[in-house]
């Protein structure tokens, strides 16, 4: 068998492990269902631990002057047999569950009465009520101490297992074939701090000075609560069915499905989220309740997951399976609803003051989030290269980037352990990156379109950013709206 035939083989299955995998997360995210996974990792054992397949793609990605798109192809599979070959590692797998377990098994109690991590969360995210706020997070933070070693001995046998596989560490892998590369994203967000931090603490002076208040988290609540009456007017379902129908998409339509936490029996749902589940046909939301500012741009951003994944115009698994660089363009939706034509036309406002006031709260523009991703970043590099306890570091990195908090890093900022639970480490600078040059992209085609909801907008994200999945590396989708759009650097 040719390797091209071989892959053709392999890409169905992995196909079909995939869809089976989605189906069982959608289950276990809205019914509570459990998550079985050990079979699937056999499955995907036969494929990724197929030495000769392995070593023939390694030859493959080598060739020099092969045709472009067959490279990229070897390439994107290579990624795949590297970082499979360490996420299946037995050990890992097993301390992976471990924390899952812990999870879902944990009760707290606060005042005589039992909270779920999920019930915690939502208390820091939403309560106004500063004992069972400050109360939520000292919860969270001692199941956090309590994963503490879980967390580094993860990092230590990815490391090792990505030495084995002849990279200096983890991160190597992660990056092994991404445009921008690491060093590329390390600058990235080291610009992106010097322009944030003054900006954040700014931001900061005019949230308390506002409120009269001395805590910017109560602040910021405070100013979403007293904005909800503007959000009450609007149905986000159907303000999503108006700008698709403006920008010819409607037909995407048929392939999104929205679902609300009524719709769930036993109201398991635990957040807002995409879950494509057959790209491009069947495309799911999952929606959950936050406080209207932040919902309606979480809602939103998880749309423009459901447009691009509606979108893709590919039928192999490897080109429907985006990296995490596809946060760029669907950011640029979230960042719409803090734009003044998305304000009037929807929220109905006209004020000047009250169109300040919410994009001076917009969760995607929203500095300090930015310095803490930035800061969460660094910290996982530097983890990932020193294996250490990230305590110190944390404190380090605080005070470098926060500097201008003058009373330093107080108990309640720790380091954020969720970072490295994750299946996808990186998940936040992606995101980061994402809101960033997604802002860029959004404003270019103002400036150029003189508005943003008309056919041509929807055309261009339409067949330029989305349609050709991961057959076009993001750069160079990116690049062919404008060649500026790709700076590394804050607008
Ligand atoms: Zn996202």
């Not at 991404?178 to 931001?203: H, Q, S």
């Not at 499905?257 to 790209?279: G, L, M, R």
Request: hydrophobic content about 35%.
């Amino acid at each position: 068998m040719t390797l091209e035939e071989r892959l053709i083989k392999a890409d169905k299955l992995l196909s079909e492990i995939e869809h089976t995998y989605n189906l069982r997360w959608w289950n276990y995210a809205t019914l509570g269902t459990s998550l079985e996974t050990a079979d699937l990792n056999e499955e995907k054992r036969k494929i990724y631990f197929d030495d000769s397949l392995f070593e023939a793609l390694k030859e493959e990605s080598r060739k020099e002057g092969n045709y472009e798109a067959k490279s990229r192809k070897a390439k994107l599979y290579l990624h795949q047999f590297y970082i499979n070959r360490v996420e299946l590692d037995n050990n890992l797998l097993k301390l992976k569950n471990e924390i899952i377990e812990d999870e879902l098994s944990s009760v707290s109690t606060i005042a005589g009465k039992e909270y779920s991590i999920k019930d915690l969360i939502a208390i820091t995210q939403n309560s106004l009520d500063s004992y069972m706020h400050n109360e939520a997070r000292k919860r969270l933070e001692e199941l956090n101490e309590r994963k503490e070693e879980k967390f580094i001995e993860i990092i230590r046998l990815r490391n090792e297992s990505s030495r084995k596989l002849g990279f200096k560490s983890y991160i190597d892998i992660y990056f092994y074939g991404l445009e921008p590369n690491i060093c590329e994203c390390i600058d990235f967000v080291k610009k992106t701090i010097i322009y944030y931090a003054e900006e954040a603490e700014e931001w900061e002076n005019w949230l308390k000075s506002s409120t009269n208040s001395d805590e910017v988290d109560k602040a910021l609540r405070k100013i979403q609560e007293e904005l909800r009456v503007y959000y009450n007017v609007l149905t986000p379902e159907e303000t999503f069915i108006n700008i698709l129908k403006v920008w010819g998409l409607e037909k995407l339509l048929t392939r999104i499905h929205i679902f609300t936490y009524k719709d769930s029996p036993n109201k398991k749902h635990w957040w807002t989220f995409c879950q494509p589940i057959n790209i491009p046909d069947d495309i799911r939301i999952s929606i959950n309740e936050l406080n209207p500012v932040e919902f309606v741009e979480t809602f939103y951003h998880e749309l423009g997951h459901a447009i691009h994944c509606a979108s893709i115009e590919k039928n192999e698994w490897i080109f429907k399976k985006e990296d995490l660089f596809t946060e760029i363009p669907v950011s640029f939706m979230a960042n719409i609803c803090s734009k003044d034509e998305w304000i009037e036309m929807f929220l109905k406002i006209k004020d000047t003051s009250i169109k300040e006031k919410i994009k001076r709260v917009s969760i995607s523009r929203d500095p300090v989030a930015i310095l803490s991703r930035c800061l969460d970043f660094l910290l996982i590099v530097k983890l990932y290269e020193e294996e250490k306890n990230p305590n110190k570091i944390f404190g380090n990195l605080y005070k470098r980037i926060f500097g201008y908090r003058k009373q330093g890093c107080s108990s309640s900022k720790k380091w954020n352990f969720e970072i490295l639970f994750a299946e996808e480490p990186f998940y936040g600078l992606f995101h980061l990156i994402g809101e960033i040059v997604g802002e860029k992209i959004l404003d270019f085609l103002l400036k150029n379109y003189g508005n943003i909801f008309c056919k041509n907008v929807g055309e261009i994200i339409q067949n330029k950013l989305f349609s050709p999945g991961n057959s076009v590396s993001w750069t160079e989708r990116v690049n062919s709206i404008s060649p500026t759009m790709w700076e590394f650097h804050p607008n």
